[in-house]
Nanobody, 126 residues
Framework: QVQLVESGGGLVQAGGSLRLSCADS????????MGWFRQAPGKEREFVAA??????????ADSVKGRFTISRDNANAKNTLYLQMNSLKAEDTAVYYC?????????????????WGQGTQVTVSS
């Protein structure tokens, strides 16, 4: 059973930092790309960042480049995805979703991902 579980969301002041985690409990996505998307109230889900399996190449939305860092840890029989978010802005407020890719390369489109976590709320106060 595919299960992606996010954690680490919360309330933070503008300029602060948060670190999101996504546990792939069954190591389903070892060998596949993974990513983060977000959805703000009244808006469509948008791409945030992704990381491939081949070479751990990373991709970022322009709006978060230089502030967010995606990484993954496949050691110790676990596959965990992270999103380090620094210099947070009010416009970063959204529900953040972890996504499992359909191949090892990934991309910036939601069509490249086939499995989703339940989401974790990030609220940035200005």
């Amino acid at each position: 059973q595919v299960q992606l579980v996010e954690s680490g969301g919360g309330l933070v002041q503008a300029g602060g930092s948060l670190r999101l985690s996504c546990a792939d409990s069954g190591r389903t996505f070892s060998g596949y790309a993974m990513g983060w998307f977000r959805q703000a109230p009244g808006k469509e889900r948008e791409f945030v960042a992704a990381i491939s399996w081949i070479g751990y190449s990373t991709y970022y939305a322009d709006s978060v480049k230089g502030r967010f860092t995606i990484s993954r840890d496949n050691a110790n029989a676990k596959n965990t995805l992270y999103l380090q978010m620094n210099s947070l802005k009010a416009e970063d407020t959204a529900v953040y979703y972890c996504a499992g890719g359909l191949d090892s390369y990934g991309g910036t489109s939601a069509r490249a991902f086939g499995s989703w976590g339940q989401g974790t709320q990030v609220t940035v106060s200005s």
